[in-house]
T-cell receptor, first 119, second 111 residues
Framework: DAGVIQSPRHEVTEMGQEVTLRCKPI?????LFWYRQTMMRGLELLIY????????DSGMPEDRFSAKMPNASFSTLKIQPSEPRDSAVYFC?????????????????FGPGTRLLVL | DAKTTQPNSMESNEEEPVHLPCNHS???????IHWYRQLPSQGPEYVIH???SNVNNRMASLAIAEDRKSSTLILHRATLRDAAVYYC????????????FGKGTKLSVKP
């Protein structure tokens, strides 16, 4: 099992440039999550998808951020234009709906992250 | 949202058991208790989860108090590789998208 794959692993860009982060979830997982981690704010959920459909994007900081999931095996997080305050580690995670006693639960499996630095 | 309280840091010696506590006094009946850990420079890693009964897996054991207001993650023999930040999270109703990561407990393991 390859796990969640993210690319690039590191990205350095200049303010104002477009940044695209990519994620391949674990095959068969029906949920995909994008998180951002900084020292100041910790780990924050940005958006998540179920069966390729965005379910909750309330964590997306502003309109400069957008995410898509065109198919079950690929998702992108785009920042346009990028700003220095966007510098962070961005994680993608996936999970599979499970049930126990009729209640849904799901362990999330995280990728290695993309470390973004906006100068 | 139900919240959790964990110590900021703990220390352990290698090859000794480690008990990581978590208080969640406002837990509701359908909240699952999840534990994740994050090793340095890596993404969070799922460790274990439970609802009411104690749980064991190859990584750890989860002991849940009878009133469910607290739980303890048990690493039976700590190794240097277990040095990480451990997060205790309540997952409301087991639904997706509701993992709210706090500051966690930073575990240091001494050789």
């Amino acid at each position: 099992d390859a796990g969640v794959i993210q690319s690039p692993r590191h990205e350095v860009t200049e303010m104002g440039q477009e940044v695209t982060l990519r994620c391949k979830p674990i095959s068969g997982h029906d949920y995909l999550f994008w998180y951002r981690q900084t020292m100041m704010r910790g780990l924050e959920l940005l958006i998540y998808f179920n069966n390729n459909v965005p379910i909750d994007d309330s964590g997306m900081p502003e309109d400069r951020f957008s995410a898509k999931m065109p198919n079950a095996s690929f998702s992108t997080l785009k920042i346009q234009p990028s700003e220095p305050r966007d510098s962070a580690v961005y994680f993608c995670a996936s999970s599979q709906t499970g049930t126990s006693g009729g209640v849904r639960h799901g362990a999330q499996y995280f990728g290695p992250g993309t470390r973004l630095l906006v100068l | 949202d139900a919240k959790t309280t964990q110590p900021n840091s703990m220390e352990s010696n290698e090859e000794e058991p480690v008990h990581l506590p978590c208080n969640h006094s406002t837990i509701s009946g359908t909240d699952y208790i999840h534990w994740y850990r994050q090793l340095p420079s890596q993404g969070p890693e799922y460790v274990i989860h439970g609802l009411t009964s104690n749980v064991n897996n190859r990584m750890a054991s989860l002991a849940i108090a009878e009133d469910r207001k607290s739980s303890t993650l048990i690493l039976h023999r700590a190794t240097l590789r277990d040095a990480a930040v451990y997060y205790c999270i309540l997952n409301y109703g087991g639904s997706q998208g509701n993992l709210i990561f706090g500051k966690g407990t930073k575990l240091s393991v001494k050789p």
